[in-house]
């Protein structure tokens, strides 16, 4: 891929990833015309912020994938522009969650590397897709044992920032493989 296509993926890497966590992920209730007690959407208990992560990896790229993330935690880390769920600023540094923001660079970068190595198929985006979600929870898992490490809360944290969000995000890293597919479709590429 060219550099001025990569650093457009960048950008739109950039905003989608702000973009995303700001969105809740739902699904569709198919039962809600059924009743008027059903709702008709289920949230997932997540935002699309991972989605974001994974697919501008798979169509941007290993460097559009990181730059774009780079560029998200640079933001983030000012105290111009608290773009993380919960604001910003140096001062999120000690913040549990933190390692998994950080997981998403080289989650983007395994993503975007491993679906541009072979034709584009949608097993080899969707598991791309998925060891990139895996390094992210990797690299947050250890922030949290090295951040963690004495106090007593290590694991009510690892299910809070990992078992428990898995399943939503495991079904928005199946939605970007998917989407990234028929985009790549469309692009020619």
Same mark, same amino acid.
């Given at each position: 891929?060219?550099?001025? @296509?990569?650093?457009?993926? +960048?950008? $739109?890497?950039?905003?989608?990833? $702000?973009?995303?966590?700001?969105?809740? /992920?739902?699904? #569709?209730? %198919?039962? #809600?015309?059924?009743?008027?007690?059903?709702?008709?959407? $289920?949230?997932?208990?997540?935002?699309?912020?991972?989605?974001?992560?994974?697919?501008?990896?798979? @169509?941007?790229?290993?460097? /559009?994938?990181?730059?774009?993330? $780079?560029?998200? @935690?640079?933001?983030?880390?000012?105290?111009?522009?608290?773009?993380?769920?919960?604001?910003?600023? =140096?001062?999120?540094?000690?913040?549990?969650?933190?390692?998994?923001?950080?997981?998403?660079?080289?989650?983007?970068?395994?993503?975007?590397?491993? #679906?541009?190595?072979?034709?584009?198929?949608?097993?080899?985006?969707?598991?791309?897709?998925? =060891?990139?979600? /895996?390094?992210?929870?990797?690299?947050?898992?250890?922030? =949290?044992?090295?951040?963690?490490?004495?106090?007593?809360?290590?694991?009510?944290?690892?299910?809070?920032?990992?078992?428990? %969000?898995? %399943?939503?995000?495991?079904?928005? /890293?199946? +939605? +970007?493989?998917? @989407?990234?597919?028929?985009?790549? =479709?469309?692009?020619?590429?």
């Amino acid at each position: 891929m060219n550099k001025p @296509l990569e650093a457009l993926w +960048a950008v $739109i890497g950039l905003f989608l990833t $702000i973009l995303g966590t700001m969105v809740e /992920a739902s699904l #569709a209730n %198919p039962l #809600a015309s059924w009743g008027d007690r059903a709702s008709s959407t $289920i949230s997932l208990g997540v935002t699309y912020q991972v989605g974001a992560v994974l697919l501008v990896g798979c @169509l941007g790229g290993k460097n /559009a994938g990181a730059l774009s993330q $780079i560029a998200y @935690l640079s933001l983030g880390l000012s105290p111009w522009f608290p773009v993380f769920t919960q604001g910003g600023g =140096l001062s999120y540094l000690a913040h549990p969650s933190f390692g998994y923001l950080l997981g998403f660079v080289p989650g983007a970068w395994l993503c975007g590397w491993l #679906a541009f190595q072979r034709r584009r198929r949608l097993e080899l985006l969707a598991l791309s897709c998925l =060891l990139g979600l /895996a390094a992210v929870h990797t690299v947050g898992l250890l922030y =949290l044992l090295l951040s963690q490490w004495t106090s007593g809360e290590l694991g009510r944290l690892v299910l809070q920032y990992s078992w428990q %969000p898995l %399943p939503g995000q495991l079904a928005i /890293a199946c +939605a +970007a493989a998917v @989407l990234a597919y028929f985009l790549r =479709l469309l692009l020619f590429y």
